[in-house]
């Protein structure tokens, strides 16, 4: 399927011509169909329960109504396939024609061929959980935006705000701007919407304080040295289902914190990591690697353990692996039902 227009649906899953063909009976080969249809659940349920009662597979390309239509054929009782949206998208160069009836067709040989690369799709539960994460982050993003704001429109007028980001530096604008009427009253407004921002913030905070406290499995990430409500959340909701992964050390490339390698002939080189997967998930990880070296006291073998990699490799490098590492670490706390060992007498007794 593409979009809302063409969605080719045949008995096998392939594109369907104008005419039947078979490399063998043409007489006998299945009859096929290619139409439009609204790209909503009932409408393509209706349709291949009406055109396609035999088919193979359905195939969804990624993208943003992904999850409602996945998540309401397979409900239906249809094999559905979700393809990556980049690999899809490099087949489909290839073709001259660009237009939806195009890809739709294109995206049916892909599915007939195999030559895609399946992608799991998330829960409804771990969407409502990183749409929270995400709400909270662009409220945090425009506290900011308003702070700087505030420090430009002063420093114009020779009145320097400082450091600080909480309400005391509001009241220091407040009365740096009392006196002049047209200053003082931007910064009246814009006092009063950061106030306002600061408390939704504080909000969405207590609704991720009481998931923590209502789910067991946060609460054992949280028992890893670093990892905080927002870091445990976000890991949850990104893996969502940890079985998919065959091994622990899995985890890592997912969330695109493994280099990345160009090889061809004699030349063989590795890169930065590559950053794939969900950003903010690898951002929190890695700021968990960065309190587990400065500011945790308590030793553990991942401490020291991150603690010489930064005498050998330097700070940055060592947190991208302390955060790989706790990433791996998370995983095996989900699979195992157990919580960080902080000794090697508490993994010896386990």
Known sequence: MKGKRGVPVGHRGTPAPSHPTSDSDPIHAPQSFEGKVAAEPAALIGLIRSRAPQLAKVGLETGATSPWLYHALNSAGFPVVLMD?????????????KSDRSDARGLAEILRMGWYREVTAKSFTSHERLALLAARRRLVAIRTDLDAQLRGLLKTFGLILGPGNTDALVRRAEALAEGQPVIGGLVTRLAEVRRHVVTQVAALDRDIRRLVRSEPTLKRFMSVP???????????????????????????PYLGLTPTRYQSGETDRHGRISKCGDAFTRTCLYEAANVLLTKVGRFSPLKAWGM?????????????????????????????????????EEAKMA
Not at 226 to 240: C, M, Q
Not at 312 to 330: E, F, Q
């Open 226 to 252: 670093g990892v905080g409500p927002i870091t445990a959340v976000a890991f949850l909701s990104t893996i969502d289902e940890p079985t998919r992964f065959k091994h622990a050390r899995d985890v890592g």
């Open 308 to 344: 010489r990699l930064v005498q050998r490799i330097g700070p940055k490098k060592a947190r991208i692996a302390v955060a790989r590492k706790i990433a791996v670490i998370l995983r095996c706390i989900w699979v195992d039902g157990t919580e960080f060992w902080w000794t090697r």
């Open 85 to 97: 949206a980049r690999h899809a998208h490099a087949a489909l160069s290839m073709r001259p024609t």
